[in-house]
């Protein structure tokens, strides 16, 4: 069981990237995804989750109105799609599956490698 996301990158204020979530050895939309991120020495933060299911939508405040989330369940797969992206964007970018959305980290799990994202001005 197994989470894994990828696509990070580096790009100027403004930019825009799409990280993707990937599943090996669970189907994916049985559970609520979030994307979590987390900056140097700051704690992890709870950005955006995805429901199962419905396939509703939450996102933090820092990053409503810029970030989307969405799924391909053919692809077994979860997206963030990053818009308008800012210096404080910048961060290691976590999924991880859970029983329903919340911001709260500790109902997540498993945690794999996550992606780096970052954003110069």
């Known amino acids: 069981v197994q989470l894994q996301a990828s696509g990070g990158g580096e790009v100027h204020t403004g930019g825009f990237l799409t990280p993707s979530c990937s599943a090996s050895g669970f189907t994916l939309d049985w559970f609520a995804v979030g994307w979590f991120r987390q900056a140097p020495a700051q704690e992890r933060e709870g950005i955006g989750c995805i429901r199962k299911g419905d396939g509703g939508t939450v996102y933090a405040d820092s990053v409503k109105g810029r970030f989307t989330i969405s799924r391909d369940n053919a692809k077994n797969t979860v997206y963030l799609q990053m818009n308008s992206l800012k210096p404080e964007d910048t961060a290691v970018y976590h999924c991880?599956?859970?029983?329903?959305?919340?911001?709260?980290?500790?109902?997540?799990?498993?945690w794999g490698q996550g992606t780096q994202v970052t954003v110069s001005s």
């Open positions: 991880a599956a859970g029983p329903f959305c919340t911001f709260q980290s500790a109902v997540f799990g498993p």
